[in-house]
């Protein structure tokens, strides 16, 4: 199985109740076909760049997911018939990009638990790495 995200929007009309309806009929979607739901997010309205089939806001919900290639065009298809989705990307995780993405999730713990541990030991986190003055410089020399 591949991993795959697709991000899609829902038009701006509908309420939040029915957002939850249309992301949990996507996932049901998913999962019926064999899938697994990686990780689902519901982003909320945003002001979209350009008019989009006289849109210009949209409800934006974000699905990781993974299931066999020949799904991902019954997805698609999915997107294209419903009337409550109008833009949609569905996206290949390759295996170097996964890679990328937990190294970086690894250092981002690392450094909350360093600057963690700093603050326990009452360090001041002080990015600055200018040499310090000594107390005896004057500017006039």
Sequence with gaps: MRTYEA?????????????????QEVENLVTSNGGSIVRSEIWGKRKLAYMV???SEGSYILLRFQAQPDFVAKL????RLSDSIF????????????????EQARRK????RASAAAAARGEDD???DRPRRAANHRDDD
């Design 87 to 102: 833009r949609f990307l569905v996206v290949h995780f390759d295996d170097h990009m996964l890679r990328i993405e937990e």
């Design 126 to 128: 002080d990015d600055d």
């Design 53 to 55: 089939k006289k849109y």
């Design 109 to 112: 713990e690392e450094d909350l």
């Design 76 to 79: 698609e298809q999915y997107f």
């Design 7 to 23: 991000l899609y929007i829902c038009t701006p009309e509908m309420e939040e109740g029915d957002i939850q309806t249309v992301s």
